[in-house]
């Protein structure tokens, strides 16, 4: 969220690329900036990166637009999507050490698309209020449909865990008793 009112776009996400401050209160930081861009605009989601194939980020966690059209901050939530969907589930949803993304999405014959469309599916079936659906709403191929940053944030899986932890007399993570 920092990165992205001020204009920023990181386009590396990746578990490597995020580091854990702290535990309790929860606070992470995003690392290695090394290619990240700076926008013309304020709003980044109004910024039209144009791509560089092979240059720019790591195979496994490219949004689909990032090699073939004009892009936006929107790569980066699709990235942070992936690396979500690790931490939920254990494993990568689609892992790939080749461009898992055709420039055509229809295309049957692309390994990738159909253990994408599978990985939506299951994602889709979950409640609406659920960080499976916070992931979901992270994946959609369409950049436009994808959700922001500051619509992540106001989720109600987010804003669940956020009434959690500031709430709750334990701590987020071992249960007890936080000392004063």
């Known amino acids: 969220m920092l990165l992205h009112p001020p204009g920023w776009v990181h386009r590396d996400i990746k ?3 995020l580091g854990v401050v702290s535990i309790d209160p929860p606070k992470a930081v995003i690392l290695d900036l090394g290619q990240i861009y700076r926008t013309d605009s304020i709003d980044s989601s109004q910024a039209e990166i144009l791509p560089r194939p092979g240059q720019i980020g ?3 966690y490219l949004a689909p637009e990032m090699e073939h059209k ?3 901050d929107r790569v980066d939530i699709f990235a942070l999507g992936i690396v979500s969907h690790e931490l939920i ?8 050490s080749v461009n898992p993304w055709p420039r055509d999405k229809t295309s049957l014959t692309h390994p990738t698309l159909p253990k994408f469309h599978v990985t939506m599916k299951k994602l889709g079936a979950c409640a609406a209020e659920s960080f499976e659906n916070l992931i979901l709403c992270m994946l959609w191929w369409d950049p436009d449909q994808r959700i922001s940053a500051s619509e992540a944030l106001q989720h109600s899986a987010i804003v669940m865990i956020n009434t959690d932890v500031t709430d709750s007399e334990e701590g987020p993570i071992t249960g007890k008793r936080r000392r004063e």
């Open 15 to 17: 578990p490597v690329n």
């Open 58 to 60: 790591t195979v496994m």
């Open 70 to 72: 004009p892009y936006n």
């Open 89 to 96: 589930y254990g494993f990568h949803p689609w892992r790939t």
